[in-house]
């Protein structure tokens, strides 16, 4: 059972954890609350955006790409300046970012959907040499966007279907080639999957949303270890620290009444711990 938690207040909805690999520092967001945090040296640094934010990749030791609800923004860390890179569904009031990850070749992938998670309301979108492209669209809640190692595949889901799914790309450019496949089928056990990310042996790590877990699978899509965290609704998962070896999991208090925070005071913490397997560093983003 993971148990440590960094010593800050909870999240609504914590989501996007970033390790930064040059600053080596930790972003995350609180999506219900527009926020933005850092964790540096026991220090906690917090922004405050006019919309929704859910994910972040890194441009350089100053600068991320961030994910609003209505655009891909490049903000500067040290001035706190915003600068609209391109809209995001900016005619759509009713839909946000959600899920979204930089790819190997500095292209930023990035999914939208619902404000109330309606049905077929969002879609994933790729942003690279400063075009943005629909990829695919009908889906509700867009998570588990991560790349596997040798650049081969993408994997994303669609978490109210319970499947996440593969998608060949091209090792040139990042495109995919043809329609995803499902690799991981977790229908049978009612499992929901929230945010993923690719360790530097091409396993998966799965953040499952209700279910107290964050779930570890193959490359071929076998279930290999369970880490147990004291609180239902897991988020997204991060490996960072100096040899990306510390899990980080995010985490939601978001619709739990006063008794299920009397079993679960920790929800909407961000937790952490040792793993015996090195995660990758964050692909930059090339604006």
């Known amino acids: ?38 964790w540096k040296n026991a220090i906690l640094k917090t922004w405050t955006f006019s919309e929704p934010v859910s994910a972040a990749g890194w441009i350089d030791d100053d600068h991320l ?10 903000f500067s860390i040290s001035k706190d300046t915003r600068e609209t890179l391109i809209d995001l569904e900016a005619d759509m009031p009713h839909t946000r970012s959600n899920d979204g990850r930089a790819d190997p ?51 994303f889901t669609d978490t109210s ?9 091209d090792q040139l450019t990042g495109w995919p080639l043809n329609e995803p496949s499902i ?31 964050v779930a570890r699978y193959s490359p071929e899509g076998w279930l290999d270890r369970v880490e147990e965290v004291p609180v239902s609704q897991v988020t997204c998962p991060s490996l960072g620290g100096k040899f990306f070896d510390t899990l980080y999991i995010t985490s939601a208090s978001q619709g739990l009444n006063n008794n299920d925070l009397k079993t679960e005071p920790m929800a909407g913490k961000v937790f952490h711990f040792k793993t015996d397997i090195a995660g990758l560093a964050e692909y930059q983003v090339k604006i």
Request: hydrophobic content about 40%.
């Open 105 to 155: 070749w500095g292209g930023f992938w990035i999914g939208t959907m619902g404000l109330k998670a309606e049905q077929g309301a969002g879609s994933i979108y790729r942003f690279h040499q400063g075009q943005l492209k629909k990829l695919h669209e009908g889906i509700t809640i867009p998570n588990s966007i991560c790349f596997s190692p040798d650049r081969k595949f993408v994997y």
């Open 183 to 213: 690799l991981i089928n977790l229908k049978a056990q009612g499992l929901h999957p929230d945010g993923s990310i690719c360790d530097s042996q091409g396993y998966i790590w799965n953040a499952q949303y209700g279910a107290s877990r």
């Open 1 to 38: 059972m993971i148990t440590e938690s960094l010593p800050i207040e909870p999240c609504s909805l914590g989501e996007g954890p970033l390790w930064h690999p040059g600053l080596e520092s930790l972003f995350w967001f609180d999506i219900n609350s527009h926020k933005m945090f850092n």
């Open 65 to 74: 790409i961030i994910a609003s609800a209505s655009a891909l923004i490049k």
């Open 161 to 169: 279907q319970k499947k996440i799914l593969k998608q060949d790309l």
